[in-house]
């Protein structure tokens, strides 16, 4: 028997960011044990990159503002292909879940009247997202680990999990290591809550942190739980593209909700050049409608700067590839002009966006006060994810739940900016819920020992190859410069077919990964192990990227540049096969109610 | 392009460890965390370093360079001298784990012993409160805290002296003081910064406030307003002369 302790909860959640630490108090609530375990420090988690705000229909800027509008806007920047009942329910519940926050020590931007300030932001209609500054998910993180530190939750922190564990086709547990002394623990609980995030690293241009590996996804996948949306990957529009060291790091969307414009080199504000059909009434004609909406003006329409995320990052990409880009390849965001607007213009970008304004002064020695910054798209966000049901977040795997990132359904093709903060409460509280009603009627599960032997000793193989096989690290960097390069923010099915093939070649290099040393605090070894999920979750994307030879939100193939209605139906599904292959299948969208479809009619106008 | 040396702190099997020097190419516009995953992927895949967001956002990648704490991941190369060798090694203020990451799970600890956050009851039907912006602003300064303990590194209470039992450090005075100033909350932690996390022990050297990457007035904003309190409360003797009359103060909700 391979070495190890064991520990036992009732429920389990692996990842402490927004979603799994909203489902630790929620669990917690119920009545049950609860371990959380999270492969960084507690409130380390990417949660804190999060800037602009969390999406709530709370209507305190503007009271025109409800859950319908919120529903409608959500649906369309998805282009339909959402789960509608998510949709639904993140629209109904995230007034309530950003508001006890407050009761828990948030303290978000006020309005004159005092209530919680909300801003504009891409694809929103109303101003709507509660917003601390810039920095709302260092806020969320810090209220959420700040309640769950009473609850008597116990933490596991800088742990991995290798391997879910099933009990009869239900989740039993999980084996995994903790990072600072390389030891085995296998913990066994009644059900297991996944809130492990996203996957930016199988990309070279992200800006995720090293813990974006695609785990939950790959976890869940791995015993055989389904996969849907998985083509679906949001590229933000504004990354940082210059030092080198810092390409991909987040420059939030709410420098375009205060103003900024995009510009090319030769000083146009290309947005207005191509605004889609569908969002043409709700766009603004010219560029003092567009400031005078960003001033919060009910009466003028927003910008083109702030159509949805999927359409801006692709029209930067185009200034760039016709040679009118930034000189670091990217594109120019100006926030220094509304100086031409506002008479303390500089201590005015400063309180708006103080985390930018030090972001940009630390690392790229400029002055957004003064002078334009340079943007390009970086990987950000997936909207695919394991399949759960909309009310539970069970997964189709009995007793494993699922919430935030790793989870799909309500983003469809693209997802909105600040409906990601709210999705983590919303959800995140649902699948601590459920989980604990889930764990309250139903007994001990029994540890797979043999499964536990695998997991922990296959683990361990890289150590026994010594110095004779590949380095990890360069494996990682030959995948992500494969799906950078090929399954990136403009696709060809030849493309990603040389990607696959490029996958399979990955595949059988990273099972011959070589590390030396011990097992203490090993970047090296843990770069190993998390390639099996980067590897398993980019062959995921492309071959449904391949399968959906269409354009969609976040999709995009230059083969196939329009929208097809066959595929407006329907979601890509990936899933294991009794052989171990990825096996795809195309899975209908559940029928929208009627009378869903009259408050997405009723919105249209 | 261009060289430099970097001596990083590696541990041996038995704890004690010593700065091993690394030669590596660099490039413009890089930060000391950029150099350490450099040499970490070429020269040393079983070094340790801690870090996340590598924007200054998470606080994880906290270290020493040329003795100074800092963050890697905001430390710009064109910031250091790299005509010399750049030593980084980890913070000294907490036990070593390997190499350049630390046990830091004491600051987790101390936290559970600030009474949490209480807030009076809503003054909305929908569960809310109403605060102006101005109340606030000095409790977002607070919030802005990325928990990088860079403060509880420098500060000699911990550092020097060692008391780590008895008293909490700036960053839980930052905390407390975001719970007291917090315009709704009804705690009274005043009685236990005096007497259980001893916040007279720091003699305002402003150290924390130095190192702190986030700009925090930690000195003046937090720990001075808290000190007052404390002094107000146990030690000044008009109101303690009133007190005897009036009673024990009671909290003003």
């Not at chain 1, 889930?438 to 536990?452: C, E, I, M, S």
């Not at chain 1, 062959?539 to 066959?566: N, V, W």
């Amino acid at each position: 028997m391979a070495d190890h302790t064991t520990f036992s909860y009732d429920v389990l959640i692996v990842g402490a960011g927004g979603a799994g630490l909203r489902a630790a108090i929620e669990a917690a609530r119920g009545g049950v044990s609860v371990g959380l375990i999270c492969k960084s420090l507690l409130g380390k988690a990417h949660t804190v990159m999060a800037e602009g705000g969390m999406a709530a229909a709370m209507a305190n800027n503007d009271d025109r503002d409800n859950w319908r509008v919120h529903f409608a806007d959500t649906m369309r920047g998805g282009q339909y292909l959402n789960n509608w009942r998510m949709a639904e329910i993140h629209a109904k519940e995230a007034p309530d879940r950003v508001r006890e926050l407050e009761g828990w020590g948030a303290v978000f931007d006020r309005t004159p009247d005092g209530r919680i300030n909300q801003r504009n932001f891409g694809g929103h209609r109303y101003p709507r997202l509660a917003h601390v500054g810039d920095r709302t998910g260092l806020e969320l993180i810090r209220t959420l680990q700040d309640h769950t530190v009473y609850l008597g939750v116990q933490v596991h922190m800088e742990h991995t999990v290798i391997d879910l564990l099933l009990d009869g086709g239900r989740a039993a547990g999980v084996v995994a290591y903790d990072r600072e002394r390389g030891r085995f623990k296998v913990f066994s609980a009644k059900a297991v809550v996944l809130a492990t995030g996203g996957l930016g690293r199988a990309y070279k241009v992200t800006s995720n942190s090293w813990e974006g590996t695609g785990d939950g996804h790959a976890l869940a996948y791995r015993v055989g739980a389904e996969l849907i949306d998985m083509e679906f990957i949001q590229f933000h529009p504004t990354g940082m593209v210059w030092p080198p060291s810092v390409k991909g790091i987040l420059v939030t969307e709410g420098v375009r909700g205060e103003g900024g414009v995009l510009k090319n080199s030769q000083g146009r504000r290309f947005m207005f050049d191509d605004i889609p059909d569908n969002y043409k009434p709700q766009t603004a004609s010219d560029p003092e409608e567009g400031w005078r909406y960003t001033q919060g003006d009910k009466s003028a329409r927003r910008p083109p700067e702030l159509l949805t995320r999927d359409h801006v990052a692709r029209c930067i990409n185009r200034e760039v590839k016709a040679g009118r880009g930034s000189p670091h390849g990217g594109v120019f965001l100006d926030i220094a002009w509304i100086k031409e607007k506002i008479k303390d213009s500089e201590a005015h970008i400063k309180r708006k966006l103080p985390s930018m304004y030090h972001q940009f002064k630390e690392l790229a020695d400029l002055d957004i006060t003064k002078e334009p910054m340079e943007v390009g798209p970086t990987t950000h966000y997936v909207m695919g994810g394991i399949r759960v049901d909309a009310d539970s977040q069970e997964s189709t795997i009995p007793g494993l739940f699922a919430a935030g990132e790793c989870a799909a359904g309500i983003n469809g093709a693209n997802r909105l900016g600040g409906n990601s903060l709210s999705d983590l409460i919303v959800f995140g509280k649902r699948a601590g819920e459920y989980a604990a009603e889930f764990a309250r009627g139903r007994g001990a599960t029994r540890l797979d020992q043999g499964a536990v032997d695998r997991a922990i000793l296959s683990s361990l193989e890289p150590f026994e190859r010594g110095d004779v096989g590949e380095n990890p690290y360069k494996i990682q960097a030959d995948l992500q410069d494969t799906m950078q390069s090929l399954v990136g923010i403009v696709r060809t099915e030849s493309e990603m077919q040389e990607a696959l093939v490029r996958i399979e070649a990955l595949k059988a290099r990273a099972a011959n990964t070589c590390v030396s040393g011990h097992r203490e605090y090993h970047s090296g070894w843990h770069t190993a192990l998390d390639l099996r999920n980067l590897l398993a979750v980019s062959e995921a994307i492309a071959r449904s990227a391949i399968e959906r030879r269409e354009s969609r939100g976040g999709h995009f193939r230059e083969d196939c540049p329009d929208k097809i209605a066959e595929f407006s139906t329907v979601n890509m599904m990936v899933k294991r096969s009794a052989d171990g292959t990825m096996e795809l299948s195309r899975v209908p969208l559940p029928p929208i109610p009627d009378y869903l479809k009259a408050v997405i009619e009723e919105q249209k106008s | 392009m261009a060289t430099a040396t970097f001596k990083l702190w590696r541990t041996r099997t038995d704890g004690d460890g010593a700065f091993q020097p690394y030669q590596t190419e660099i490039s413009d516009g890089m930060v000391v965390l950029d150099v350490v995953h450099k040499i970490q992927a070429e020269q040393a895949p079983d070094l340790a370093v801690r870090w996340n967001c590598k924007a200054g956002k998470c606080g994880s990648c906290s270290a020493e360079i040329n003795g100074k704490p800092r963050l890697m991941c905001m430390t710009r190369l064109s910031q250091v001298n790299l005509n010399e060798p750049v030593t980084v090694e980890p913070m000294r203020a907490f036990p070593s784990i390997k190499d350049l990451v630390t046990d830091v799970s004491w600051n987790m600890r101390v936290k559970q012993t600030i009474q949490k956050f209480a807030p009076r009851p809503a003054d909305a039907p929908d569960g809310t409160w109403r605060m102006a912006q101005k109340d606030v602003d000095r409790v977002q300064e607070f919030r802005k805290c990325i928990e990088c303990f860079l403060c509880q590194d420098v500060c000699h209470v911990l550092r020097d002296h060692n008391k780590h039992d008895e008293f909490i450090g700036p960053r839980f005075f930052v905390y407390a003081a975001n719970l007291e100033m917090n315009p709704i909350d009804t705690a009274d932690r005043v009685p236990d910064l005096k007497d259980k996390h001893n916040i007279g022990y720091c003699n305002i050297t402003k150290c924390c406030t130095k190192v702190c990457p986030e700009h925090i007035h930690i000195t003046d904003n937090a720990i001075i307003p808290l000190k007052e309190r404390v002094v107000d409360r146990f030690y000044d003797p008009v109101s303690k002369l009133l007190r005897t009359v009036t009673g024990p103060r009671r909290q003003v909700p």
